[in-house]
């Protein structure tokens, strides 16, 4: 069954909501997009206040960005598309117009009752207006800024606009991902916006330390994140491997450039992940496969050897496993101990009953009673501060009377 996300649900026996770990705090999101909606979305499950600014009449980029969408209630497409849904929950939603007096106005009023804010406007692009970090520094002296860039506030790229696609291209990892030329590969990009959503992770853990200077000093502080820089962190072997030994990493399909056997081999009906990690776990791995005389095979015996090798060792793998089914072999290697999993859909993956079990399949309140949203959950799982799911993604300026009474109590 999916995690039952209901208010009822969330509360305790004593009639309260749990406090999450960030209660208390408010986050001010003028962050459009997927690397500081990310940051915001994971901020506001651990139990932040995150007021999302957007642009009147068309919101958040991701709006639009569809099909599918989720439908109104004449069966046409709403503003909340799929792409939306993925990183919005437990927001509120307020539309200003940030060229306009009264926006850059309200926006000040917000800053002032903020303990973070989080951006990705073009550098520059807020100071132009007055509502930059040094201008609203001034009114909030310790708030946290995030200022989240393609390329960085300084440096020749800067100017630059930024997007995932892009970032992926000339971070490097599209270097590495994809079949090598002898097989006829390309550079690829990953499957999903993941310089976006690393980037959005490298933002939290700013922002969560920033807080933590500020309770120590009281001192807020301008965190300068770039899409850029999170890519080049997160090649973290890959990097250091050129590093280490000058080589130049190259595209190596599903295959690891250190250790071996560790790729997908296709099985009689559908490719099958295997993951031998270490040279007792091959020796297993082969003995399974019913070719125990290849751990003393001194091409094969250290991983080393297997890596040097590995052509001769994928060729005599492949013979053998295409004769069963990918979920006998997987079977078959993990009675031994062998690391090894077939390669499943996003639609069997989320259908898994492990992934179910685990929560990560969450429902939230959708336009129909009768028909829940379906979101991704939160993989954190904290004993004292459980993840909320307090809200679903919300329509554009739906929080509007919200937020205005907000100030109001605020300025009382």
């Known amino acids: 069954m999916m995690t039952d996300t209901s208010n009822e649900e969330m509360m305790r026996e004593d009639g309260e909501r749990p406090r999450g770990s960030l209660d208390g705090l408010r986050i001010l999101d003028l962050s459009r997009i997927l690397a500081g909606p990310t940051a915001t979305q994971l901020l506001a499950d651990l139990g932040a206040e995150v007021i999302k600014v957007e642009k009147p009449g068309s919101g958040d980029d991701t709006r639009s960005w569809g099909p599918p969408f989720v439908p109104d209630a004449s069966g046409g497409d709403s503003d909340l598309s799929a792409y939306f849904l993925c990183a919005n929950r437990n927001k509120k939603s307020i539309a200003i117009d940030l060229a306009s007096e009264d926006g850059v106005a309200l926006l000040r009023r917000l800053v002032a009752i903020s303990d973070v804010v989080v951006e990705n406007y073009k550098p520059g692009d807020l100071a132009r207006r007055g509502i930059g970090y040094d201008d609203l520094v001034r009114i909030k002296p310790d708030i946290i800024w995030c200022a989240i860039t393609g390329f960085g506030q300084t440096g020749p790229y800067s100017d630059r606009i930024g997007y995932d696609f892009l970032i992926q291209a000339m971070g490097g990892i599209m270097s590495i991902t994809g079949d090598p030329d002898s097989a006829g590969g390309r550079p690829l990009k990953v499957g999903v916006g993941i310089a976006d959503v690393m980037c959005g992770m490298y933002a939290t853990v700013g922002i969560l330390a920033a807080l933590r200077h500020r309770d120590r000093t009281g001192q807020g502080q301008y965190i300068d994140l770039a899409l850029y820089d999170s890519q080049l962190a997160w090649l973290v072997n890959?990097?250091?491997?050129?590093?280490?030994?000058?080589?130049?990493?190259?595209?190596?399909?599903?295959?690891?450039?250190?250790?071996?056997?560790?790729?997908?081999?296709?099985?009689?009906?559908?490719?099958?992940?295997?993951?031998?990690?270490?040279?007792?776990?091959?020796a297993r791995f082969a003995e399974a496969v019913g070719r125990a005389e290849w751990a003393a095979d001194p091409r094969f015996r250290r991983n080393r050897d297997r890596l040097?090798?590995?052509?001769?060792?994928?060729?005599?793998?492949?013979?053998?496993?295409?004769?069963?089914?990918?979920?006998?072999?997987?079977?078959?290697?993990?009675?031994?101990?062998?690391?090894?999993?077939?390669?499943?859909?996003?639609?069997?993956?989320?259908?898994?009953?492990?992934?179910?079990?685990?929560?990560?399949?969450?429902?939230?309140?959708?336009?129909?009673p009768d028909t829940p949203l379906r979101l991704l959950g939160n993989p954190l799982n904290?004993?004292?501060?459980?993840?909320?799911?307090?809200?679903?993604?919300?329509?554009?300026?739906?929080?509007?009377?919200?937020?205005?009474h907000l100030l109001d109590q605020e300025a009382e």
């Open 308 to 368: 040097v090798h590995i052509d001769a060792l994928r060729t005599l793998i492949e013979a053998e496993i295409c004769k069963d089914t990918a979920l006998a072999w997987e079977q078959r290697l993990l009675k031994v101990g062998v690391p090894a999993g077939r390669v499943a859909t996003i639609q069997s993956v989320l259908a898994d009953p492990h992934t179910l079990a685990r929560g990560m399949v969450v429902e939230m309140a959708g336009e129909d």
């Open 382 to 404: 904290l004993s004292a501060t459980p993840i909320q799911y307090r809200s679903p993604p919300p329509h554009l300026d739906a929080d509007r009377d919200a937020v205005m």
């Open 238 to 282: 890959a990097a250091t491997n050129h590093l280490v030994s000058g080589r130049v990493p190259t595209r190596i399909g599903n295959a690891h450039p250190n250790i071996a056997p560790y790729q997908t081999f296709p099985a009689s009906d559908e490719h099958l992940a295997i993951a031998v990690g270490n040279d007792q776990q091959f």
